[in-house]
């Protein structure tokens, strides 16, 4: 599976932006779909995810309430929309996949197989 993360960018504090996930190769609605950050010096963490038939999601406490994951698996995306952004979510947003990966198993990293490159969110206070 090829992922291309986009929709990054620039903002104020209190402002809006939406990820997606384009992904290919391979049947997308097989897949889980995470989302992880990656602030400078910092280690990668689990954001938000959405289980490969659309049934669960989870979010990581600092983003509850504030992002939302959701799926087309027609047009073979995911999206992260994140909402009243603040400074401390600056970082590399990384979207993965995992086939078949259920609710249980979604905050872990390392059991998703294929990663995109990254797109850099700055929020500014």
């Known amino acids: 599976v090829q992922l291309q993360a986009s929709g990054g960018g620039w903002v104020q504090a209190g402002g809006s932006l939406r990820l997606s996930c384009a992904a290919s190769?391979?049947?997308?609605?097989?897949?889980?779909l995470g989302w992880f950050r990656q602030a400078p010096g910092k280690e990668r963490e689990f954001v938000a995810a959405?289980?490969?038939?659309?049934?669960?999601?989870t979010y990581a406490d600092s983003v509850q309430g504030r992002f939302t994951i959701s799926r087309d698996n027609a047009e073979n995306t995911g999206y992260l929309q994140m909402n009243n952004l603040k400074p401390e979510d600056t970082a590399v947003y990384y979207c993965?996949?995992?086939?078949?990966?259920?609710?249980?198993?979604?905050?872990?990293?390392?059991?998703?197989?294929?990663w995109g490159q990254g797109t850099q969110v700055t929020v500014s206070s």
């Open positions: 190769g391979r049947t997308f609605s097989s897949y889980t």
């Open positions: 993965a996949v995992a086939r078949y990966l259920s609710a249980i198993g979604t905050m872990k990293s390392t059991l998703y197989n294929y």
């Open positions: 959405i289980i490969w038939n659309g049934a669960s999601t």
